[in-house]
């Protein structure tokens, strides 16, 4: 009855034991109460809320069934789940701690004994077998928070792991979702530079024509194949940047180069619509800074970890069960074998190695701290340079659309003096490759626009939902 006693008292400690890890605040970042760089924005036409699959605010079918197969065929993905797992497993080992051991010990042998051995008695026999079965327990009282503590870090360490997922899955998407913006701003350079060596042609042919009339001159007939072979020239650079972005798609989608293929196609993407007065509280869910969090409580449970170690381990440890020389008659009672008690380690000098230990949990909370600030300003710059570039060149795409608009009307009218003699060829060699250098920059610049969308996009954390700006 004392024993039982005495182990009820020592469990109850051990639950009640302390810990050493100091008081858990997340590191504090400078609030920002709007951004500098929210211009302004036009209402969303619909609800500003974004889904998981975020990419779908862009209405492209073909985007949609890309971005499906990274979660199932992108191996940077996939590498990244792994190392999420393996940190689940570390937990679990850690997570064992927490609970007793039990364990059965069985041994059967058959021993000689030396003729010449130390004090030997005249009724030892020379040959003898040493038969045993027995069942031990053991169990660490955490007093001090060890274990507790360092399943605390384990277990922040598996959040942080888990939200490292959730950053490459996000980086993932957005670099597909960027790398399809610039292949269908390629597909609308090709078509445009289609068209122009087309028109360039039937004006090369129109010049060669004049020219055998003796109407135009040889300058004339060298400057417009001049312009000609510099649009195939364009057109064959496009195609080439095209293919490259093509296998940048193919290899985020899990694809060989060799075995992946777009069709060219130029639909009309929108720019989604960014909500007024986007609030900076939306980056808290980028996973990046979540995992920096993490790894600040890690940190900071670690702390105790060490601290713990100053203090003895305390481990109470119980064995029971029956030893004979035979196996005959090895289950009764006069064979019986057991010990119980608590055992206590300290460590009276080490050499300054907890010490160490503890200076090295401190450091890494300092740099875990460190490295979280960091994060957040980095996310601010992100989504602040985003935000400018989203205004800013929406002000240039508008100035370049007009642009446009007046560099097609001087083409059209500086190509009918020409056919009526008014003006020379260069007049309209210049009105043509001003016209298509504007035409150019604005499909660039819508390009621009999308992926910038999409950095913004990434930058939040995946989107804004609408109870946040609310």
């Known amino acids: 009855m004392a024993k039982r006693t005495l182990f009820a008292l020592v469990l109850a400690a051990g639950t009640a034991g302390c810990s050493f890890a100091p008081p858990y605040h997340p590191p504090v970042t400078t609030p920002v109460a709007a951004y500098k760089e929210a211009g302004p924005w036009q209402p969303a036409a619909t609800t500003a809320a974004l889904p998981g699959d975020w990419w779908t605010v862009f209405d492209d079918a073909t985007l949609d069934h890309l971005e499906a197969k990274i979660a199932s065929d992108n191996p940077t993905l996939a ?9 689940r497993a570390a937990l679990g080992q850690t997570r064992a701690g927490l609970l007793p051991t039990l364990g059965v010990d069985t ?58 997922l959730g950053a490459v899955r ?36 129109l010049i060669a024509r004049r020219f055998q009339a003796g109407i135009a001159s040889g300058i004339e007939t060298s400057r417009s194949g001049a312009q000609l072979a510099e649009a195939r020239a364009q057109l064959a650079d496009v195609a080439a940047a095209r293919a490259v972005t093509e296998h940048a798609i193919a290899s985020l989608t899990g694809t060989p180069a060799s075995n992946f293929s777009i069709a060219p196609s130029a639909p009309d993407v929108a720019v989604p619509a960014v909500p007024i007065g986007l ?41 029971g069960g029956f ?21 206590a380690v300290l460590y009276l000098f080490d050499g300054g190695r907890r010490r160490a230990e503890l200076a090295a949990a401190r450091a890494r909370w300092a740099s875990a701290s460190a490295d979280y600030r960091a994060t957040v300003l980095t996310a601010f710059q992100q989504v602040e340079d985003n935000l400018a570039q989203l205004r800013h060149l929406g002000d240039e795409a508008a100035a370049e659309d007009e642009a446009v608009r007046q560099a097609a009307i001087t083409e059209r009218l500086t190509l009918h ?28 610049l819508e390009t621009r626009r999308l992926q910038a969308s999409v950095r913004l996009i990434r930058a939040v954390g995946g989107g804004w939902r609408e109870n946040a700006l609310s």
């Open 79 to 87: 590498g990244a789940l792994a190392r999420y797992d393996g940190a």
């Open 107 to 164: 041994s059967l042998t058959r021993n000689r004994q030396s003729d010449n051995r130390p004090l030997r008695g005249a009724n030892q026999p020379d040959v003898y077998s040493a038969d045993t079965v027995e069942a031990s327990f053991g169990y660490e009282i955490d007093l001090w928070g060890r274990v507790r503590n360092s399943v605390a870090a384990g277990n922040a360490s598996v959040q942080a792991s888990g939200d490292d």
């Open 170 to 205: 996000l980086s993932l998407q957005a670099d597909l979702a960027s790398d399809y913006m610039a292949l269908r701003g390629y597909d609308r350079q090709a078509e445009l530079l289609t068209q122009t060596v087309a028109a360039f042609a039937r004006a090369d042919h």
């Open 279 to 319: 609030p900076s509280t939306l980056i808290e869910r980028r996973p990046d800074i979540a995992a920096a969090e993490r790894r600040v409580a890690a940190a900071n449970a670690g702390i105790g970890v060490a601290k713990a170690a100053f203090f003895p381990a305390i481990r109470l440890g119980a064995s």
């Open 323 to 343: 030893q004979n020389t035979g196996l005959p008659g090895l289950i009764s009672a006069p064979n019986e074998i057991w010990s119980i008690g608590p055992s």
């Open 417 to 444: 003096r020409y056919t009526k003699g008014a003006v020379t060829y260069l007049e309209v060699f210049t009105a043509q490759t001003t016209a298509l250098r504007a035409r150019r920059a604005a499909l660039d």
